[in-house]
């Protein structure tokens, strides 16, 4: 399948996971958090899609939250499915993006080495 391609669906799942995840349509209080999707990575046969998603909060909320959407994955999925058209859904997997928070620290060690 063509980059572009993929390009295209990679930026179109993005928007509806997005509209998904800010309507909080699967309901659950848990997701509460401002969850932001930092990046997508689809495979080439368009089966699967890796989704980092990043938001505030320590280890024990990150662990959480994506425990709950991998366990949502199969209904997001079908979700999509209405939203989108492709011959088949792609099977969902999420995991956290720690790169804000790295971010911060390599910012805040940088700082300190300049008084």
Same mark, same amino acid.
């Given at each position: ?51 980092? +998603? ?10 959480? +939250? ?17 939203? +989108? ?31």
């Amino acid at each position: 399948m063509s980059e572009i391609r993929i390009k295209k669906i990679e930026s179109l799942l993005t928007e509806k996971l997005s509209e998904i995840l800010i309507k909080n349509e699967l309901k659950d209080p848990r997701l509460e958090e401002f969850i932001t999707i930092s990046k997508l990575i689809i495979s080439k046969d368009l089966k699967l899609v890796k989704v980092y +998603i990043s938001f505030m909060g320590d280890e024990e909320v990150h662990t959480t +939250i994506v425990k709950v959407l991998n366990n949502a994955a199969g209904f997001i999925q079908g979700l999509l499915g209405k939203r +989108i058209r492709l011959k088949h859904t792609p099977k969902l997997v999420f995991y956290t993006d720690h790169s804000i928070e790295e971010g911060f620290e390599i910012t805040k060690k940088i700082k300190g080495l300049f008084p």
